[in-house]
T-cell receptor, first 117, second 120 residues
Framework: AQSVTQLDSHVSVSEGTPVLLRCNYSSSYSPSLFWYVQHPNKGLQLLLKYTSAATLVKGINGFEAEFKKSETSFHLTKPSAHMSDAAEYFCVVSGTDRGSTLGRLYFGRGTQLTVWP | GAVVSQHPSRVICKSGTSVKIECRSLDFQATTMFWYRQFPKQSLMLMATSNEGSKATYEQGVEKDKFLINHASLTLSTLTVTSAHPEDSSFYIC????????????????FGPGTRLLVL
């Protein structure tokens, strides 16, 4: 069975400082992992995805994430936060285990990122 | 990237009426679409999986007669909230799965902008 744990419900950083949003996953098989961002009253936008290619994945807007199988982690980072990065971030694993619904996504609870000027 | 639209973006209706929400994949074909519900400050809750040309698969606890799903074409799925009540007020989001290549691991879901439903 798949599950995702986002360790922080809220993260606050100052503009220009690094961002770290933590995510751990549980999956019986080699997972597909995603980070999505949601701005208020908007749908979800794909930031990046891992699908068993390079373990360091680069996404849009300067974000990247590193897949670490030994730690079952997929943390999201950005070297320098911008005011426009303030949003809700979801770590997501795709159902690939046998018996799971094809393509079903399992969401973390979300991390609210606040960026201070 | 692929674009998914939803219509309407916002709807206010009276209790007891039915509301239809459309989800369209604009530049790709989607054999599978998903419907989610999101409460304030919470994550997305999967309601049902919509497969083109077949019946939707509902998650446990979701009433299929309450939330009617139709996926008549490869680019359109609709969710109808029947006899809506105030407790149905929520943010409804659809997603469409795009298959790239033959591997399941290449699949990516693209999300619509959401529909805010308010039942008075």
């Amino acid at each position: 069975a798949q599950s995702v744990t986002q360790l922080d419900s809220h993260v606050s950083v100052s503009e220009g400082t690094p961002v770290l949003l933590r995510c751990n996953y549980s999956s019986s098989y080699s997972p597909s992992l995603f980070w999505y961002v949601q701005h208020p009253n908007k749908g979800l936008q794909l930031l990046l995805k891992y699908t068993s290619a390079a373990t360091l994945v680069k996404g849009i807007n300067g974000f990247e994430a590193e897949f670490k199988k030994s730690e079952t982690s997929f943390h999201l980072t950005k070297p320098s936060a911008h005011m426009s990065d303030a949003a809700e971030y979801f770590c997501v694993v795709s159902g690939t285990d046998r018996g799971s619904t094809l393509g079903r996504l399992y969401f973390g609870r979300g991390t609210q990122l606040t960026v201070w000027p | 990237g692929a674009v998914v639209s939803q219509h309407p973006s916002r709807v206010i209706c009276k209790s007891g009426t039915s509301v239809k929400i459309e989800c369209r994949s604009l530049d790709f074909q989607a054999t599978t679409m998903f419907w989610y519900r999101q409460f304030p400050k919470q994550s997305l809750m999967l309601m049902a999986t919509s497969n083109e040309g077949s019946k939707a698969t509902y998650e446990q606890g979701v009433e299929k007669d309450k939330f009617l799903i139709n996926h008549a074409s490869l680019t359109l799925s609709t969710l109808t909230v029947t006899s809506a009540h105030p407790e149905d007020s929520s943010f409804y989001i659809c997603s469409a799965r795009e298959l790239a290549g033959s591997s399941r691991k290449q699949e990516t879901q693209y999300f619509g902008p959401g529909t805010r439903l308010l039942v008075l």
